[in-house]
């Protein structure tokens, strides 16, 4: 592979054609914020705005700020993003709210904490960005709620019997993985390290050597396996995803046994999440091959391959596991060929299981200014070191 050619392309599809895409489409000029439901030439077909979505797009103009170059145009997106959000966006004690009207009025309560967590990324890189004390502040005082929820994440909210079956789910520990790297220069150096330990631990249980190492979304809380739905459900994406956070902290920790160890669970669930007659990693999966209670479980997903790519190439950058470069150009080729758009920028998000388009839009309740650009922006990063090592 011509890594400096690759590289390139990664980029340009990056500041050329995405990048733009949602500065143009989705800034909301008359009350702040952004539109994420955009059609397919970029036209708002709903204006509801999702908090953690607005979150991503804050923090994606900050961080690209922060790490690629100081452009003012993406400064005064991620502010004004921010403002409505502060503004708007929680109950006044950094309670955050899932979802508002266009101008700002709560629709759905703050049950679902991952509005919480990108708050927290969005404020924390804004931070950075812009030295503003109150974002800090915003940024540590909403990471404290996050906390604080850890054993019963939605509260009141949860739909669940609190004694029948309790749950623990691998999306907290592993959006914590990443959410503590973020915010790292915000809190104090023993906590911060005491969360990583927790975070690797607690991710660490849902990988199941019992199932030859595969990761499942949900576990008991005593740590076991449940036969339900829940307890057999598999979600390849989602664990390729953490395994790239894993490998970052293995990295700053300087632990190569989590980089390897991290490495081998990526390529172990794009092994069993690949589509052997059709190609794409599929969306849900059942570790007994029952059939999965979701109905999309079938579909192809722009952030599972586009998270696979990620974890792919840096699991070859930090092993030289070729492996891993093999299953890199793999997807690549299925992703490039399927997910982008060739007439209008920015990519597809639903594909059905022959890899057909099912949903044309670029943004929804969902999908928003994240996975394309991040992954765009990772694998470019990462395509770059390996271009200077060639």
């Given amino acids: 592979m011509d890594f400096k050619s690759t590289a390139s392309l990664y980029r340009s599809e990056l500041l050329d054609s995405v990048l733009p895409f949602w500065l143009e489409k989705s800034q909301d000029y008359e009350y702040g914020g952004y539109f994420s439901c955009l059609n397919r030439d970029g036209s708002v077909y709903d204006t509801d705005k999702f908090i953690w979505l607005q979150g991503r797009e804050v923090w994606m103009f900050a961080m690209l700020y922060n790490k690629v170059k100081h452009c003012p145009e993406w400064l005064q997106a991620a502010v004004q993003g921010a403002e409505f959000l502060k503004k708007y966006g929680h109950d006044g004690e950094y309670n955050w709210y899932f979802s508002l009207t266009r101008d700002g009025r709560p629709i759905v309560d703050p049950y679902n904490i991952f509005s919480y967590t990108f708050a927290t990324m969005a404020f924390g890189q804004l931070a950075i960005a812009t030295g503003n004390e109150e974002y800090a502040s915003i940024a540590k005082l909403t990471f404290d709620k996050i906390l604080s929820k850890i054993d019963n994440p939605k509260g009141r909210w949860s739909k669940l019997h609190p004694s029948t079956r309790p749950l623990k789910n691998f999306a907290l520990p592993m959006i914590l993985c990443n959410l503590a790297l973020e915010i790292q220069d915000l809190i104090d150096k023993d906590f911060l390290q005491n969360t990583i330990d927790t975070c690797i631990s607690e991710v660490n249980q849902f990988v199941r050597p019992e199932l030859d190492g595969l990761v499942v979304e949900n576990i008991a809380t005593d740590g076991s396996l449940v036969d339900c739905f829940e307890g057999r459900h598999i979600n390849p994406g989602h664990s390729i995803e953490a395994m790239w956070f894993m490998m970052d902290l293995g990295v700053r920790l300087e632990r190569p046994d989590i980089i390897e160890s991290s490495k081998d669970t990526t390529l172990r669930m794009a092994e069993y999440g690949w589509d052997k007659e059709y190609g794409g990693i599929f969306y849900f999966m059942d570790f007994k091959g029952y059939p999965p209670q979701e109905l999309e479980w079938d579909q192809k997903l722009w952030w599972v391959h586009?998270?696979?790519?990620?974890?792919?190439?840096?699991?070859?950058?930090?092993?030289?596991?070729?492996?891993?470069?093999?299953?890199?150009?793999?997807?690549?080729?299925?992703?490039w060929n399927h997910f982008r758009d060739k007439e209008y920028p920015e990519w597809f998000g639903y594909l059905n299981r022959r890899g057909e388009v099912l949903l044309p839009l670029k943004g929804g309740k969902w999908k928003g200014c994240f996975h394309v650009p991040r992954g765009l922006y990772q694998c470019w990063q990462v395509l770059d070191r390996l271009s200077a090592n060639q």
């Fill in 306 to 335: 586009i998270e696979t790519l990620i974890s792919m190439l840096k699991g070859y950058y930090l092993t030289g596991d070729h492996r891993c470069l093999e299953w890199f150009e793999k997807v690549h080729d299925y992703t």
